[in-house]
Nanobody, 128 residues
Framework: QVQLVESGGGLVQVGGSLRLSCAAS????????IGWFRQAPGKEREFVAT????????AYADSVKGRFTISRDNARNTVYLQMNSLKPEDTAVYYC?????????????????????WGQGTQVTVSS
């Protein structure tokens, strides 16, 4: 079982930066694939970024590629999402997600249904 708590959201101006954190409890965190998703009002939850168990494999949505960076610190059971050059269309509730333990160290996942555990979300608002 993994419990996830996001933090770091807030109000920022266009072009600004935020760093989201996702703190996890549970002994299996280092064996889990971690993803960030977001959901804007009236829209479906969408993939943002993901990172494999061994840090070596990452993937990003085209809309955030080059602006967002996902990283993880397994010693601290924490995953980060560094968001730079923020745009109004980045406004959403951001969710951290984790899988059950994964054997493959380099695999990652981009679909909502591939994750087993979710945080409560943190609001990011980008004002123009």
């Amino acid at each position: 079982q993994v419990q996830l708590v996001e933090s770091g959201g807030g109000l920022v101006q266009v072009g600004g930066s935020l760093r989201l954190s996702c703190a996890a409890s549970g002994r299996t965190f280092s064996s889990s694939v971690i993803g960030w998703f977001r959901q804007a009002p009236g829209k479906e939850r969408e993939f943002v970024a993901t990172i494999s168990r061994n840090f070596g494999s990452t993937a990003y949505a085209d809309s955030v590629k080059g602006r967002f960076t996902i990283s993880r610190d397994n010693a601290r059971n924490t995953v980060y999402l560094q968001m730079n050059s923020l745009k109004p269309e980045d406004t959403a509730v951001y969710y951290c997600a984790a899988t059950d333990p994964i054997y493959n160290p380099t695999i990652y996942f981009t679909r909502v249904g591939q994750y087993n555990y979710w945080g409560q979300g943190t609001q990011v608002t980008v004002s123009s």
